[in-house]
């Protein structure tokens, strides 16, 4: 159980941290408007990854007989969450672009979240097979990893918004960089972990 919340922490601190699109629109709908805005993009993924889960643990169970499919997939998890932790730990901060239009905020976050490919990609390489295995163990890990994963993806964007909404300037301090460096170091300890398990299931090792 702690196995499976500590992965779905780190997972859901990193992502929700990391600038990219739905972040910079929480932090623009927050500034432009108010924190309930930001508040309602923050809210999207949990909204908009339903379909998303339901599709990749459905091909990620039709290879679970074929290692070297999985050997495959884990490989390209590693890179994906390695490229993760290199952008955490290379970031200097969130830039928001204003488009002054109305507020319609989790209308904005829907499409973001929808519309980006990192979803699919997190979900099919890395959030499905961890899904998978901890379903084999127990249903209960499951539930687990994937509570904390939303809990930490949503609660740190929901954070993020209050905090820029008393400091403009919170997202260019030390403490926002240090925080994603320190998350990106652990990103990249993980990817390690996903490419040790490619190799296993390839029998190179």
């Given at each position: 159980?702690?196995?499976?919340?500590?992965?779905?922490?780190?997972?859901?601190?990193?992502?929700?941290?990391?600038?990219?699109?739905?972040l910079a629109l929480v932090i623009s709908e927050t500034l432009q408007h108010d924190v309930t805005s930001g508040v309602k993009v923050a809210l999207a993924p949990i909204i908009t990854d339903v379909p998303i889960i339901i599709l990749t643990l459905f091909?990620?169970?039709?290879?679970?007989?074929?290692?070297?499919?999985?050997?495959i997939i884990s490989f390209m998890g590693g890179s994906v969450i390695l490229f993760m932790g290199f952008d955490s730990i290379r970031t200097k901060g969130v830039e928001i672009n204003f488009q002054g239009i109305r507020?319609?905020?989790?209308?904005?976050?829907?499409?973001?979240?929808?519309?980006s490919p990192h979803p699919y990609l997190f979900w099919l390489t890395v959030g499905a097979p961890i899904m998978i295995e901890a379903i084999r163990q127990d249903i209960s890990a499951a539930l687990v990893f994937i509570m904390s994963f939303y809990i930490f993806l949503v609660g740190s964007k929901i954070v993020l918004a209050l905090?820029?909404?008393?400091?403009?300037?919170?997202?260019?301090?030390?403490?926002?960089?240090?925080?994603?460096?320190?998350?990106?170091?652990?990103?990249?300890?993980?990817a390690m972990v996903l490419f040790h398990d490619g190799f296993k299931l390839l029998k190179i090792i």
């Open positions: 159980m702690i196995h499976y919340a500590t992965i779905g922490t780190v997972l859901g601190l990193s992502a929700g941290f990391a600038p990219g699109p739905l091909v990620v169970s039709e290879l679970s007989n074929f290692h070297t499919a999985l050997g507020p319609k905020s989790l209308t904005k976050g829907l499409l973001a979240n929808a519309l905090l820029v909404a008393k400091s403009k300037h919170f997202l260019s301090g030390k403490i926002y960089l240090y925080t994603m460096r320190f998350l990106g170091l652990v990103l990249c300890v993980f």
